[in-house]
Nanobody, 118 residues
């Protein structure tokens, strides 16, 4: 069955770094655009970063540009989110998303908590 399993979240001080991973299985990973979303308490889920399939084009929310980097390894069926210079406002549950535009198929992971606090 389809699975997206996030890992790498945790508690970090402001200015610190974390690397999130999302391991995918059960579908043709390389054909899917991959994204990271986040949802803070009391707020709507928002797109953080996205990466296309083979070419690897990326786009980022303005709030994370220059601090976060999304990447993918199609051989390992894994997408990453490197987060640097973390701020308290980055605190949220981070979700991995897979999307295939030609069919509209969309899958979500269970989320991983990121807390930025001193």
């Amino acid at each position: 069955q389809v699975q997206l399993v996030e890992s790498g979240g945790g508690l970090v001080q402001p200015g610190g770094s974390l690397r999130l991973s999302c391991a995918a299985s059960g579908f043709a990973f390389s054909a899917y655009a991959m994204s990271w979303y986040r949802q803070a308490p009391g707020k709507e889920r928002e797109l953080v970063a996205a990466i296309s399939t083979v070419v690897g084009n990326t786009n980022y929310a303005d709030s994370v540009k220059g601090r976060f980097t999304i990447s993918r390894d199609n051989a390992k069926n894994t997408v990453y989110l490197q987060m640097n210079s973390l701020k308290p406002e980055d605190t949220a549950v981070y979700y991995c998303n897979a999307f295939l535009s030609i069919t509209g198929n969309k899958f979500w992971g269970q989320g991983t908590q990121v807390t930025v606090s001193s």
